[in-house]
Nanobody, 124 residues
Framework: QVQLVESGGGLVQAGGSLRLSCAASERSFNNYVMGWFRQAPGKEREFVAAISWSGGSTYYADSVKARFTMSRDNAKNTVYLQMNSLKPEDTAVYYC?????????????????WGQGTQVTVSS
């Protein structure tokens, strides 16, 4: 069972930045596509970003493209989400997820492993 632990959430003003981290327990971490999803109160969980096993390919939701950057360090079993130019509508619980596959997916149903989530709140 892959254990995922997110960190780095918090309260920030609009226009500010945060960097989320997700540490994985899995030794074969580089066999996994990793994803970030978020869920705001009363809304469904939505795709934010995903990265291939090598880090060579990334994919972003249109709402965060050019503001968020996802990366991974396979030597540290960790993925990151750098969030810049944050907006109040980015407020949500952010979840790290893992998919044992070579292909990226934007569907939460495609990811078998999830972290506990970290709260991001952006004030206006």
């Amino acid at each position: 069972q892959v254990q995922l632990v997110e960190s780095g959430g918090g309260l920030v003003q609009a226009g500010g930045s945060l960097r989320l981290s997700c540490a994985a327990s899995e030794r074969s971490f580089n066999n996994y596509v990793m994803g970030w999803f978020r869920q705001a109160p009363g809304k469904e969980r939505e795709f934010v970003a995903a990265i291939s096993w090598s880090g060579g390919s990334t994919y972003y939701a249109d709402s965060v493209k050019a503001r968020f950057t996802m990366s991974r360090d396979n030597a540290k079993n960790t993925v990151y989400l750098q969030m810049n130019s944050l907006k109040p509508e980015d407020t949500a619980v952010y979840y790290c997820s893992a998919r044992r596959s070579l292909t990226i997916s934007t569907s939460p149903n495609a990811y078998a492993h999830w972290g506990q989530g970290t709260q991001v709140t952006v004030s206006s």
